[in-house]
């Protein structure tokens, strides 16, 4: 497949013409006969200007017909690139049945105004212009977009929206990465009926494990191939886009060297077997190809964490695991890697960008997840045992002040915890130190389990959010209030 011939065209702003020769024959067969292919917009003379628009769209996810919701027609939406210092303007149209909005998951911008502020409802057949710069100091990594009006959260991503949000900077630049052949991947599950519509959730599956499919598209199809030349490096660039399932990857053979978390890069690459990646999650490998040439799979392993105590507390019916549970019991393909030509061996990175150490904390928060049955709304999703409530200011933190935020699940699955605006870091788990440092913007948190994060908000005064990334646990109010102050 060529994928980065699709790529380059998309992400090109001269258009096809030039960059016809550069087109095989194959590819230029696929692009006639595709309507819609991953196509990128990228920031030139400092701006990122775009038209993006939802609208329910029908398309082709693999070989079957699915009504989705879409950005641009495309699910997943158009993949956006800027640069530090770059200035984005997203010309947003509403043309879904219900409001919703845009958030800049994982960027360190204003949480008001025309920024990341998820307070905004664009009502249908509306449209709004985002604007933004990306500060001079932002790190590279891999972000992303999607709806957040609270309610809707859970339907709309699960319903297709969401693209990735990519900002370029000295991570891409590092000579051994440069070298390594980067492809993204957005993880994104299903749940059709045999007309490809998607199949409305029971208020069960709402309240426990959230909406899940079987089906598990790889950007905008399934089991795609990537190929890797003999000797060579990959950058896989994955983000988890699901509303509720969480993936545990591993690719036969390989191992990953992680370089990059949520937030940006590691200080060196980590090496490991298998990675767990929770809704809203992205990681960011090196995978060498240093193997016998050969196809290799890229697996989901079964991942059954905190869903037996789950069941047995909800007394979920075998029927509603069956109709959107992920308690599959073996793993499952999400995409090849194919051996293809050879190059002189590249070796990883020895170092990456460095990750300070934050200093002791001047203070220290306990965020407490829970739920319980709330009268004339079922099941409740609680932190500290509050719902989510608009008017209500429930942390309040000064800029530039290091805090130590306490995340404690006493509930019965997983909740990952994720906040807007600042990254944080992970510092332990139930008292355990973590193996390496790491900039994220959600952790999971399982059942029982203290995990122990450190955050230093600057920069950007108002109000935004933190939530459990869980989206029907968040639509049903799971979801605080955070107030930046100078
Ligand atoms: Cu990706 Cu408030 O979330
Ligand atoms: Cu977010
Ligand atoms: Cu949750």
């Given at each position: 497949?060529?994928?980065?011939?699709?790529?380059?065209?998309?992400?090109?702003?001269?258009?096809?013409?030039?960059?016809?020769?550069?087109?095989?024959?194959?590819?230029?067969?696929?692009?006639?006969?595709?309507?819609?292919?991953?196509?990128?917009?990228?920031?030139?003379?400092?701006?990122?200007?775009?038209?993006?628009?939802?609208?329910?769209?029908?398309?082709?996810?693999?070989?079957?017909?699915?009504?989705?919701?879409?950005?641009?027609?495309?699910?997943?939406?158009?993949?956006?690139?800027?640069?530090?210092?770059?200035?984005?303007?997203?010309?947003?149209?509403?043309?879904?049945?219900?409001?919703?909005?845009?958030?800049?998951?994982?960027?360190?911008?204003?949480?008001?105004?025309?920024?990341?502020?998820?307070?905004?409802?664009?009502?249908?057949?509306?449209?709004?212009?985002?604007?933004?710069?990306?500060?001079?100091?932002?790190?590279?990594?891999?972000?992303?977009?999607?709806?957040?009006?609270?309610?809707?959260?859970?339907?709309?991503?699960?319903?297709g929206l969401s693209g990735l949000f990519v900002v370029r900077g000295d991570l891409d630049e590092i000579p051994e990465i440069k070298a390594a052949k980067e492809e993204f991947l957005v993880l994104k599950d299903f749940d059709l009926d045999s007309n490809g519509r998607i199949k409305p959730p029971s208020q069960e599956i709402k309240m426990t494990t959230g909406r899940t499919g079987k089906s598990i598209a790889v950007n905008e199809g399934f089991n795609p191939t990537l190929s890797i030349p003999k000797g060579g490096l990959l950058r896989l660039r994955i983000l988890n886009a699901s509303a509720s399932r969480t993936y545990r990857l591993a690719i036969e053979e390989h191992p990953f060297y992680i370089i990059a978390t949520d937030g940006?890069?590691?200080?060196?690459?980590?090496?490991?077997?298998?990675?767990?990646?929770?809704?809203?999650?992205?990681?960011?490998?090196?995978?060498?190809?240093?193997?016998?040439?050969?196809?290799?799979?890229?697996?989901?392993?079964?991942?059954?964490?905190?869903?037996?105590?789950?069941?047995?507390?909800?007394?979920?019916?075998?029927?509603?695991?069956?109709?959107?549970?992920?308690?599959?019991?073996?793993?499952?393909?999400?995409?090849?890697?194919?051996?293809?030509?050879?190059?002189?061996?590249?070796?990883?990175?020895?170092?990456?960008?460095?990750?300070?150490?934050?200093?002791?904390?001047?203070?220290?928060?306990?965020?407490?997840?829970?739920?319980?049955?709330?009268?004339?709304?079922?099941m409740a999703f609680l932190i500290n045992g509050k719902m989510f409530a608009r008017d209500r200011i429930d942390t309040q933190v000064r800029l530039n002040t290091v805090e130590d935020w306490e995340l404690v699940n006493n509930a019965h699955q997983d909740h990952p915890f994720h906040v807007h605006v600042n990254r944080f870091q992970v510092i332990s788990r139930n008292g355990k130190q973590v193996p390496y440092l790491a900039w994220k913007d959600v952790v999971s948190v399982a059942p029982g389990e203290t995990v122990r994060c450190r955050i230093r908000c600057d920069e950007y005064v108002g109000k935004t959010v933190y939530h459990c990334h869980v989206l029907d646990h968040e639509d049903l109010g799971m979801m605080g209030i955070l107030d930046l102050i100078a």
């Amino acid at each position: 497949m060529k994928r980065r011939q699709f790529f380059w065209l998309g992400a090109s702003t001269t258009g096809a013409i030039v960059l016809a020769p550069v087109l095989t024959g194959q590819a230029r067969q696929l692009l006639t006969s595709r309507k819609s292919f991953p196509q990128v917009h990228a920031s030139t003379d400092g701006l990122l200007a775009v038209d993006l628009e939802a609208s329910n769209t029908q398309l082709n996810l693999g070989d079957k017909k699915a009504y989705l919701m879409s950005y641009n027609g495309q699910v997943p939406g158009p993949r956006l690139e800027a640069k530090p210092g770059d200035t984005v303007r997203i010309n947003f149209t509403n043309n879904l049945p219900k409001p919703t909005n845009l958030h800049y998951h994982g960027l360190h911008i204003p949480p008001t105004g025309k920024a990341d502020n998820v307070f905004l409802k664009i009502p249908r057949g509306e449209s709004f212009t985002y604007e933004f710069a990306i500060p001079k100091n932002h790190p590279a990594g891999t972000f992303w977009y999607h709806p957040h009006v609270h309610g809707l959260v859970a339907e709309q991503v699960f319903g297709g929206l969401s693209g990735l949000f990519v900002v370029r900077g000295d991570l891409d630049e590092i000579p051994e990465i440069k070298a390594a052949k980067e492809e993204f991947l957005v993880l994104k599950d299903f749940d059709l009926d045999s007309n490809g519509r998607i199949k409305p959730p029971s208020q069960e599956i709402k309240m426990t494990t959230g909406r899940t499919g079987k089906s598990i598209a790889v950007n905008e199809g399934f089991n795609p191939t990537l190929s890797i030349p003999k000797g060579g490096l990959l950058r896989l660039r994955i983000l988890n886009a699901s509303a509720s399932r969480t993936y545990r990857l591993a690719i036969e053979e390989h191992p990953f060297y992680i370089i990059a978390t949520d937030g940006g890069s590691l200080s060196e690459p980590v090496e490991v077997k298998e990675i767990r990646l929770t809704p809203g999650e992205r990681v960011e490998v090196l995978v060498r190809g240093n193997k016998e040439p050969d196809r290799y799979r890229l697996l989901n392993l079964p991942d059954e964490r905190g869903e037996m105590d789950m069941m047995e507390h909800h007394k979920m019916t075998n029927r509603d695991m069956m109709h959107g549970g992920t308690k599959e019991k073996h793993p499952t393909t999400l995409a090849t890697i194919a051996y293809s030509g050879s190059v002189s061996t590249l070796p990883l990175p020895k170092q990456l960008i460095p990750i300070e150490t934050l200093p002791e904390p001047q203070r220290v928060r306990r965020f407490e997840f829970n739920h319980s049955m709330v009268k004339g709304l079922g099941m409740a999703f609680l932190i500290n045992g509050k719902m989510f409530a608009r008017d209500r200011i429930d942390t309040q933190v000064r800029l530039n002040t290091v805090e130590d935020w306490e995340l404690v699940n006493n509930a019965h699955q997983d909740h990952p915890f994720h906040v807007h605006v600042n990254r944080f870091q992970v510092i332990s788990r139930n008292g355990k130190q973590v193996p390496y440092l790491a900039w994220k913007d959600v952790v999971s948190v399982a059942p029982g389990e203290t995990v122990r994060c450190r955050i230093r908000c600057d920069e950007y005064v108002g109000k935004t959010v933190y939530h459990c990334h869980v989206l029907d646990h968040e639509d049903l109010g799971m979801m605080g209030i955070l107030d930046l102050i100078a």
